[in-house]
């Protein structure tokens, strides 16, 4: 029986060099083996509208089809305007539909935000936990992460060089398996 925990990862920013995009590319590093992580992309959903729902955009069907079928979902946000990336609330929008069978609903998740500045996203942070809680999404209230300074925390190579910050989030990777496990996975 395959044990790989299946975590589907979704980056508010679709800039090429995002510190979001690195940050998830270190957490596949330093999470467990057991938890595969694979970023599901969201930058080419069209923008939400119930008007489309007759014939659902292809891309909004596979990435709903690829939550559903996601043991647990990881959301990796910047924050504009201290709120969530459109691109980002687009994609959660996409998500909650139709109504009362989104593939999100039960799902464990995880939020981390970060930020060249201090703050580490907080607002981001909580303002997407808002939507995720009225969706049913059984997003991990603890350890937060909320990672301030992430400008200067990748070495030229991208690598995340920082070691406080490495050993962070080594250990709210396995708390996040851990909230996994005992929250149960819902794949679909
Ligand atoms: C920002 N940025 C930002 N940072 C922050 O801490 N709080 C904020 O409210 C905002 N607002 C904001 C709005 C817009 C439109 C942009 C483009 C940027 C800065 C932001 O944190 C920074 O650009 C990050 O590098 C974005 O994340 P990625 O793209 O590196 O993953």
Redesign the pocket.
Known sequence: MDKTIDVAVL???L?K?????LLAGALGELASPSLALRIAEIGDLPYYNEELEETPPATWQALRERIAAADAVLFLT??????V?AVLKNAVDVLSRPYGKSALTGKPAAVIS????A???F??NHHLRQSLSCLGVRTMPTPEAYIGG??SMFDEQGALSNAGTRDFLQKFMQSFGQWIAMTGSKRA
Request: hydrophobic share 20%.
């Open positions: 980056v508010g920013s800039r060099k995002s510190f979001n995009r910047p924050e504009y305007n201290r709120s990336p970060s930020s060249p500045g703050l580490g996203g607002g981001a992430i400008g």
